[in-house]
């Protein structure tokens, strides 16, 4: 009995033995498996805040890559309108500044009768007022180009400003013996604008009118005031095609300016500055062409605050 005893108790610590290498063996086991589980947890972390922080990077380079593209394209902008300003300086206006330089050394010599120079002062006088009137408009666009427009509302009395853009077209309108008839309004016609763009935008649409208007032919300018004050000026003459006004209406780059009824020339940025100061004022522009009398330009503005 004795012996048997000894051989189970044997067998079991045998047992016991083997349980508890089992026992060991999966502990270890788990230490190991939960070592890399915190390992591959604290690898998967540290991949997440890495990409993450790549992914900032990339953000921040795409951006940084987006402001340079921009900047590249602005200064791009910036060469091409300088090019055209000296395309158009060199161009539109070194012709009629040489030619009143001509005129000049040729009265110098005497060559004229007083008639003939009287005759040559007015002309000279008309191209001065017209090359003015082309310089403004240069110097307005590239200011705006280069620098961007400020726009500073107030509240401005329409008529009033139409009659100085008026006098200051006057000798010009006499010089083609065109009749300007003003329509002033009954009553005082406030809007909201920019009194400097509103200049820019009477000078060139009158100016306009009386170049596209022949000689001894007549402009009319009048108001409309319902919901929105306009002005609407008229020239009798050639009526402009829908082509015209399509592509005066739809296009934001500089047009081809066509001669006027006595070939006055022009650059093609009055008609652009005018779209782009009316767009800065909340303003409009339409164009009518009437058969067989001529051209309608209307611009409504907002109304006074």
Not at 78 to 98: A, C, G, M, Y
Not at 166 to 175: F, G, M, Q, T
Not at 186 to 198: P, Q, R, V, Y
């Amino acid at each position: 009995e004795n012996k048997r005893l000894l051989i189970e108790k044997e067998i079991f610590s045998k047992k016991l033995l083997i349980t508890k290498i089992i026992v060991l063996f999966s502990v270890i086991i788990a230490m190991i498996l939960v070592f890399f589980l915190i390992q591959y947890k604290k690898n998967s972390k540290e991949k997440a805040e890495l990409n993450a922080e790549l992914e900032i990077k990339n953000k921040e380079v795409a951006k940084t890559n987006e402001l340079l593209n921009e900047h590249n394209a602005h200064l791009q902008r910036i060469n091409e309108d300088k090019n055209k300003l000296f395309s158009v300086l060199s161009h539109d206006l070194r012709s009629p500044i040489d030619s009143m330089k001509q005129l000049l050394d040729l009265m110098k010599e005497d060559v004229f009768s007083e008639e003939e120079k009287e005759k040559l002062l007015e002309e000279m006088q008309l191209q001065l007022s017209t090359t003015s009137l082309m310089l403004k408009n240069l110097l307005k666009w590239a200011s705006s180009q280069l620098e961007g427009s400020i726009i500073k509302k107030e509240n401005i009395n329409l008529m009033l400003n139409v009659k100085l853009v008026l006098k200051e077209n006057y000798l010009v309108a006499k010089h083609k013996s065109i009749e300007i008839k003003h329509y002033e309004p009954s009553e005082k016609i406030e809007i909201s604008a920019d009194k400097a763009h509103l200049k820019v935008i009477l000078q060139n649409l009158i100016s306009n009118a009386i170049k596209y208007t022949p000689k001894n032919g007549r402009v009319t300018i009048d108001y409309l005031n319902g919901d929105k004050s306009c002005v609407v000026i008229f020239n009798e003459g050639k009526p402009i095609t829908q082509k015209k006004i399509d592509q005066i209406l739809n296009n934001d780059s500089k047009m081809i300016s066509e001669p006027g009824t006595t070939l006055e020339q022009g650059t093609g940025l009055g008609l652009l500055l005018v779209k782009q100061y009316l767009f800065l004022n909340n303003a409009t522009l339409k164009i009518n062409s009437v058969p067989e009398k001529g051209t309608e330009f209307k611009v409504c503005f907002n109304k006074n605050n």
